[in-house]
């Protein structure tokens, strides 16, 4: 496996010519104080909804970060990065996301270009390492014409944190079968400037959390049953959320706060709408 992830040839991207507008051309309105709010638990139906329109849970394990997580914001002025990336990483905190402190290794990017489709491009001709040993699923979602590319690296790890490569010689299998879990490796959010204009900081932060955290996204067809941030870009949802909602906060508390990392995809995501509605992690 080559190594997973790195941001150098991203950087050096975005220094060459690549079309990220420059600093002055972006104006996301800025937040005031920051916190993280709830009302309360949802009903076990409208939950049960919720994650069956934002989830593919009957595909397998939900993914989720185990290595701490070390967010960077690209294609802003200081000004911007700063509160986007404090915001990030108050939610992910608030909701027993592991994060990276000090100096560290990015394994997160937060992506803002003048044109989303033109920088994909760009990264793709030129065999971005942020494209290495992604899944066919993985590359439909990064390659996807729009304003905003999300897409993550996920691997299959055992007991141990191997990682399960299931070459095993059919001659000489393994006596015991270890139990494996869907690990995040690394996630990339980009997004375009001008959709991200009239948007708050906050607003942009808790999308970019339910996006590459939870790899959660807004279904293709129709608009969520219930009060999302991931309805942010959703034009018949009007106006959108203020920030990430108490739905959207339910999801990623249940998957990062899951006591049994083994169980299938949709018995988690089946433990995870009872989190949502009794507050208690299973």
Known sequence: MRTPFCLASLLLLSMAGAPLAPAQDAKPVQDGGIVVTGKGPEPIGKARR??????????????????????????????FRAPIDERFRIVAGASSVRLARGKCRPNLMIVFADNADALIETMRKRRNAAFADLDEGALRDAFKAGPIHAWRLVVTRDDMGNVATGDDDPDFPTIFESETQTVTINSVIVMDKRAAQGKSVRQIADYAVMRTLVGARPPDKGSIAAASILSLFDPAV???????????????????RLRDPYAQGGDQAYRISRTMVTGRPR
């Open 50 to 79: 919720y994650l069956r329109q934002v989830l593919e849970s009957d595909s397998g394990q939900l993914a989720r970060f185990v290595d701490p997580v070390c967010p960077l914001v690209l294609g802003l002025p200081e000004r």
């Open 238 to 256: 009007a106006p959108p959320p203020a920030e990430i909602t108490d739905m959207d906060l339910g999801l990623l508390s249940g998957l990062y």
